[in-house]
């Protein structure tokens, strides 16, 4: 199964765009990339996914690399309300669809 | 409620005891999962309901823990004879169908075993 590797910790300026990165070089070509982020003692929250093609929703805005081994997820404009961790993960195409394997992800801090 | 809503929001038992964790899906899902998070770790598998059936138990951690879901409603996660590595945070999650992997958190179950 394809893993995921990301930055432990990142900071980023209130307003500015916020760039996470994820490698996931042994990524499968029917495996999707999903991003999820769970906000302190709260639940994880669905963000965005994609397979090839880049994909912007009201969140966030997903970048895949041509190769697929690497993908990018944009938070336009941080707010500190999108301080979290925020996980990327590939989903397994021989798993259920919704059995996701998350990893540390990376602790995002928005700061004013 | 619009949610998925999870009860107890929080649970201190002792050691040797059974819980019982529930977990009311969003109205209309089909799919029904449950993961667990403990201190300082990482989100955990632990079973996949759709509808009544359980085709995914894979990471239920021993028999002591098992799941059902009723009515392709609510559904609840025992565990029997806990142990203090069974304290963490128990997630259940619900999606509209089978394909796909957006899923609907709830808030969680705090489990401590003391």
């Known amino acids: 199964d394809a893993k995921t590797t990301q930055p432990t910790s990142m900071d980023c300026a209130e307003g500015r765009a916020a760039n996470l990165p994820c490698n996931h070089s042994?990524?499968?070509?029917?495996?999707?990339v999903y991003w999820y982020r769970q906000i302190h003692s709260q639940g994880p929250q669905y963000i965005i996914h994609?397979?090839?093609n880049n994909e912007t929703n009201e969140m966030a805005s997903l970048i895949i690399t041509e190769d697929r081994k690497s993908s990018t997820l944009i938070l336009p404009h941080a707010t500190l309300r999108d301080t979290a961790v925020y996980y990327c993960?590939?989903?397994?195409?021989?798993?259920?669809?919704?059995?996701?394997?998350f990893g540390a992800g990376t602790q995002v801090v928005v700061t004013p | 409620g619009a949610g998925v809503s999870q009860s107890p929001s929080n649970k201190v038992t002792e050691k040797g005891k059974d819980v019982e964790l529930r977990c009311d899906p969003i109205?209309?899902?089909?799919?029904l999962y449950w993961y667990r998070q403990s201190l300082g770790q990482g989100l955990e598998f632990l079973i996949y309901?759709?509808?009544?059936?359980?085709?995914?138990k894979s990471g239920l951690p021993s028999d002591r823990f098992s799941a059902e879901r009723t009515g392709g409603s609510v559904s609840t996660l025992t565990i029997q004879r806990t142990q203090q590595e069974d304290s963490a945070v128990y997630l259940c999650?619900?999606?509209?169908?089978?394909?796909?992997?957006?899923?609907?958190f709830g808030e969680g179950s705090r489990l401590t075993v003391l």
């Open positions: 109205s209309g899902h089909t799919a």
């Open positions: 309901f759709q509808g009544n059936s359980a085709p995914d």
């Open positions: 994609g397979l090839k």
């Open positions: 042994t990524i499968s070509g029917n495996e999707y």
């Open positions: 993960i590939v989903r397994s195409a021989t798993d259920s669809w919704g059995k996701l394997q």
């Open positions: 999650a619900s999606s509209p169908g089978f394909y796909t992997g957006e899923l609907f």
